[in-house]
């Protein structure tokens, strides 16, 4: 009788969807509900059918894969998304999938019962490649947004949400997370960076997944000519904004060591040669998985813009396009995660996700954790993105182990 899941069957599913869905150009290119998307849809189903598991997908899209406890209540939840940014790779969420039904399939096979339900998740559109925006399986069944907001997203083609769920699902149920179906939910995921391969680190316990804040900010002053105008009688919006891009750098170290500040787009105008620039827009986005620190963090940066405005006579406009309070992870899920690692001899290290994950919308509601597995080279998005089977197999065995300590309380 097996002792533990199998890592030679998880790779074989991941090595099966490998097929699907390689972008032309690199890595894997799978939108929601898409032909790729459809087709690890297909084989999450077959498997879990095969494993004598009940599958049903939910009005958001999602597909949950439920083995019965002993007996009825709240289920325990893992798994992660099915979809991919463009040229992306093969694990950033499907490992999380197939992973949780790894260990559901160890379970049966062994004749292991827990005493909770225990649900495999396949996770509808995290990625936001389809509908531009992001986490809508786990938005609709936490509440985070409202499903008549999903349900009316179009596509590029004008595809509705809705239309597309029913067309793939003509027979979805409806669910929701609460304290009442949900006991708590775990996601597996790469971890997207550089902290656990520098530290020859196999597992990270994730203790918050970060909050963030993104703004635009324009810059006013006024155009000139490049020949005529004297350096010491410009309103140059261009050269004000690279000022103020360097205070955006600095911020952060004011703030505390796990606080980001980051400037990815910039775009001046008019954008002549020879025009010394009226205007200047571009982005901020900070985060912090401390609410206090992210909102400190937020008042340093607009005290350093608006200190470069005043001494650079320029007009100063900051426009927030969005903001999320971080997501603490459950106590209790990350030392179930440090126990499990200890008693498999794997080492683990306490960290905060900088990235935005499902598992955000469920902490909001229930017990939620995550544990990270290292990303090589910390590679992400990207078609480098992979992870040795070594720290992939410890870290479906730590999922199995806190799996079923959470299903068995
Ligand atoms: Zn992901």
């Given at each position: 009788?097996?002792?533990?899941?199998?890592?030679?069957?998880?790779?074989?599913?991941?090595?099966?969807?490998?097929?699907?869905?390689?972008?032309?150009?690199?890595?894997?290119?799978?939108?929601?509900?898409?032909?790729?998307?459809?087709?690890?849809?297909?084989?999450?189903?077959?498997?879990?059918?095969?494993?004598?598991?009940?599958?049903?997908?939910?009005?958001?899209?999602?597909?949950?894969?439920?083995?019965?406890?002993?007996?009825?209540?709240?289920?325990?939840?893992?798994?992660?998304?099915?979809?991919?940014?463009?040229?992306?790779?093969?694990?950033?969420?499907?490992?999380?999938?197939?992973?949780?039904?790894?260990?559901?399939?160890?379970?049966?096979?062994?004749?292991?019962?827990?005493?909770?339900?225990?649900?495999?998740?396949?996770?509808?559109?995290?990625?936001?490649?389809?509908?531009?925006?992001?986490?809508?399986?786990?938005?609709?069944?936490?509440?985070?947004?409202?499903?008549?907001?999903?349900?009316?997203?179009?596509?590029?083609?004008?595809?509705?949400?809705?239309?597309?769920?029913?067309?793939?699902?003509?027979?979805?149920?409806?669910?929701?997370?609460?304290?009442?179906?949900?006991?708590?939910?775990?996601?597996?995921?790469?971890?997207?960076?550089?902290?656990?391969?520098?530290?020859?680190?196999?597992?990270?316990?994730?203790?918050?997944?970060?909050?963030?804040?993104?703004?635009?900010?324009?810059?006013?002053?006024?155009?000139?000519?490049?020949?005529?105008?004297?350096?010491?009688?410009?309103?140059?919006?261009?050269?004000?904004?690279?000022?103020?891009?360097?205070?955006?750098e600095a911020a952060p170290a004011h703030v505390g060591p796990?606080s980001?500040?980051?400037?990815?787009?910039?775009?001046?105008?008019?954008?002549?040669?020879?025009?010394?620039?009226?205007?200047?827009?571009?982005?901020?986005?900070?985060?912090?998985?401390?609410?206090?620190?992210?909102?400190?963090?937020?008042?340093v940066?607009?005290?350093?813009?608006?200190?470069?405005?005043?001494?650079?006579?320029?007009?100063?406009?900051?426009?927030?396009?969005?903001?999320?309070?971080?997501?603490?992870?459950?106590?209790?899920?990350?030392?179930?995660?440090?126990?499990?690692?200890?008693?498999?001899?794997?080492?683990?290290?306490?960290?905060?996700?900088?990235?935005?994950?499902?598992?955000?919308?469920?902490?909001?509601?229930?017990?939620?954790?995550?544990?990270?597995?290292?990303?090589?080279?910390?590679?992400?998005?990207?078609?480098?993105?992979?992870?040795?089977?070594?720290?992939?197999?410890?870290?479906?065995?730590?999922?199995?182990?806190?799996?079923?300590?959470?299903?068995?309380?």
């Amino acid at each position: 009788m097996p002792q533990g899941p199998s890592i030679e069957r998880l790779l074989n599913d991941l090595d099966i969807i490998s097929r699907f869905g390689k972008a032309p150009g690199g890595g894997y290119s799978r939108p929601a509900f898409g032909e790729a998307d459809m087709a690890i849809r297909g084989h999450f189903e077959q498997e879990a059918r095969a494993a004598g598991l009940e599958c049903f997908a939910d009005h958001g899209g999602n597909l949950h894969a439920v083995f019965p406890g002993e007996e009825d209540g709240p289920a325990v939840i893992s798994g992660s998304h099915s979809d991919s940014v463009p040229h992306g790779g093969n694990l950033d969420g499907p490992l999380g999938v197939f992973s949780a039904l790894e260990v559901l399939r160890f379970w049966k096979e062994s004749g292991r019962k827990p005493r909770r339900p225990v649900t495999a998740l396949l996770i509808t559109g995290e990625e936001g490649s389809r509908f531009r925006k992001g986490t809508l399986g786990s938005s609709y069944i936490t509440g985070a947004m409202t499903p008549e907001f999903i349900d009316a997203l179009t596509d590029g083609d004008g595809q509705r949400f809705d239309a597309l769920v029913a067309r793939h699902y003509p027979e979805r149920r409806r669910f929701m997370v609460s304290p009442g179906t949900t006991a708590a939910f775990v996601e597996l995921h790469i971890e997207q960076g550089k902290v656990l391969e520098s530290e020859a680190v196999q597992i990270g316990a994730v203790e918050a997944i970060t909050g963030l804040t993104q703004w635009q900010v324009k810059v006013l002053g006024e155009a000139d000519h490049a020949g005529t105008t004297p350096m010491n009688m410009r309103h140059d919006a261009l050269s004000a904004a690279a000022a103020m891009i360097i205070e955006v750098e600095a911020a952060p170290a004011h703030v505390g060591p796990d606080s980001v500040a980051t400037v990815g787009r910039i775009s001046a105008h008019p954008g002549g040669v020879n025009v010394v620039p009226a205007a200047c827009e571009f982005t901020v986005d900070f985060r912090s998985p401390d609410p206090v620190r992210l909102q400190r963090l937020g008042e340093v940066l607009r005290a350093a813009l608006n200190g470069v405005a005043m001494r650079r006579e320029v007009h100063l406009e900051i426009l927030e396009l969005q903001s999320k309070q971080p997501g603490p992870c459950d106590p209790l899920i990350v030392r179930a995660i440090t126990s499990a690692c200890n008693e498999l001899h794997v080492t683990c290290r306490a960290m905060w996700s900088g990235a935005v994950h499902d598992a955000l919308h469920f902490s909001r509601i229930v017990p939620a954790g995550m544990l990270f597995v290292p990303s090589i080279g910390g590679k992400s998005h990207s078609p480098a993105e992979a992870t040795s089977p070594e720290d992939i197999e410890a870290g479906l065995r730590v999922l199995e182990r806190v799996l079923w300590s959470l299903a068995n309380p």
